[in-house]
Nanobody
Framework: QVQLVESGGGLVQPGGSLRLSCAAS????????MGWYRQAPGKQRELVAA???????NYADSVKGRFTISRDNAKNTVYLQMNSLKPEDTAVYYC????????????WGQGTQVTVSS
């Protein structure tokens, strides 16, 4: 059974930092591309950051220079370090695992709330 379990969300003041973690089980983690998505109320889910199995990264323009995605294959965990947080970063953040192995494999975590407010 595949599980992606996010943690690290919470309430933070503008300018503050949070680190999200996503622990994966039930998959060969090292071959999956991992991503962080977010969904704010009334908006579509959007890609925030992604990291390939080879650790290449890409970011949404809105978070470049503030967020950093990383992975630890020994711990089957992907991280999202979020600095200089803004109120517009408020959303539910979801972890995603994606791989194409003859067929497409795509999994989601349950989400973790991030609220940036004074």
């Amino acid at each position: 059974q595949v599980q992606l379990v996010e943690s690290g969300g919470g309430l933070v003041q503008p300018g503050g930092s949070l680190r999200l973690s996503c622990a994966a089980s039930g998959i060969s983690f090292q071959i999956y591309a991992m991503g962080w998505y977010r969904q704010a109320p009334g908006k579509q889910r959007e890609l925030v950051a992604a990291i390939t199995s080879g650790s290449s990264t890409n970011y949404a323009d809105s978070v470049k220079g503030r967020f950093t995605i990383s992975r630890d294959n020994a711990k089957n965990t992907v991280y999202l370090q979020m600095n200089s947080l803004k109120p517009e970063d408020t959303a539910v953040y979801y972890c995603n695992a994606h791989a194409v192995l003859f067929t497409t494999h795509n999994y989601w975590g349950q989400g973790t709330q991030v609220t940036v407010s004074s």
